[in-house]
């Protein structure tokens, strides 16, 4: 196993080993790699997203053979494409989500000067706080779409039978401020999972590099830091994504959802926290580790290639 060889090891990222290129290049290969690792990463567990979210804003109680009977019945009920319901809602707001979040974090990365060999041994909270705005920057300019996703997720064909739709009946039956309910709660819970989840992969990354060399890591290593990060940051932001399910399909379950302390009172003393704030984690364990692993990995791929082939036509 090579070692470093000293506090001021030249081991390069991967993105220094591309030749320059323009900002505006970096930002559309940026866009591009990420709206394809999102789409990816997302269709992949999109059945197990549905039930998640299923069991997330009602009091039944949560097991892997409850989770499993849910998968069961959609299927006799309403066929095998009934477990991707809402997945074109997912797919609407995934693509521009995950391309503005990853192409953010590049963006916050130079400006925080987080891959500077000056900073890069002391650039932890760097790390941590380039990923935790990118996600707020994502989630802030995307949220009317993850609403869709939520509410599409949990009601029938009857109901919504597009995203325009939802968006037209909301707008008329509940007023444009609820297309930004549970935003509060949204932005406090992707501060720790996205700062905890780019850290992590960043941080897996710069230690492999540091350790074996500057050969860069391959796809498999990717997915296997990208799973860590994703089990990293699902848990961390575990119940305030239960706060912000609820707040957001409140009115379909006809309850009274309002605000971020309430619903944390109210679930933690109806439910407690295994059954409540914590229902369906055990499936987040699965499936996060999964869909960050695909995503995080896919990205650094398709960002590569993108950027060689944009060298490559250069030449």
């Known amino acids: 196993m090579k070692r470093p060889n000293d506090g001021h090891s030249s081991a390069k990222t991967e993105a220094e080993q591309h030749k320059p290129l323009g900002t505006a290049s970096q930002v559309l290969t940026s866009l591009a790699a990420g709206a394809m690792a999102g789409a990816l990463a997302k269709t992949t567990i999109a059945p197990l997203d549905r039930t998640k979210i299923n069991f997330q804003i009602n009091q039944a109680p949560y097991s892997a053979r409850q989770a499993l009977n849910f998968l069961v019945k959609s299927y006799q009920r309403e066929g095998l494409i009934s477990l991707w319901r809402g997945n074109s809602a997912t797919m609407a707001r995934i693509i521009p989500y995950a391309a503005i979040q990853f192409s953010a ?14 900073v890069r041994k002391t650039s932890s909270w760097r790390r941590f706080l380039s990923g935790s705005l990118a996600g707020v920057t994502s989630q802030s300019l995307t949220y009317p779409l993850d609403m869709a996703r939520a509410r599409m997720a949990v009601t029938q064909k009857e109901q919504y039978s597009s995203i325009s739709h939802m968006f037209v009946r909301i707008w008329r039956e509940e007023g444009p401020r609820t297309l930004y309910r549970g935003y509060s709660a949204t932005i406090l819970g992707v501060i720790p999972y996205a700062g905890a989840s780019f850290y992590t992969y960043e941080t897996l990354k710069a230690i492999h590099m540091e350790y074996w060399g500057t050969s860069g890591t391959n796809p498999l290593e990717k997915l296997l830091f990208g799973a860590v990060a994703g089990l990293i940051g ?59 692993g695909i995503s995080f990995s896919t990205f650094d791929t398709m960002q590569y290639y993108l950027r060689e082939a944009l060298n490559c036509a250069a030449l």
Do not use: C
């Open 234 to 292: 699902q848990t961390s932001s575990y119940p305030l994504d239960i706060v912000r399910r609820r707040m957001q399909t409140s009115p379909i379950a006809n309850s009274q959802y309002q605000t971020i302390r309430g619903t944390l009172i109210k679930v933690y003393m109806e439910e407690g926290l295994k059954n409540g704030l914590f229902k369906g984690l055990s499936m987040n364990w699965i499936k996060g580790p999964v869909a960050v």
């Open 105 to 118: 974090h590049e963006q916050w990365k130079q400006v925080l000067g987080v891959d500077q060999d000056k």
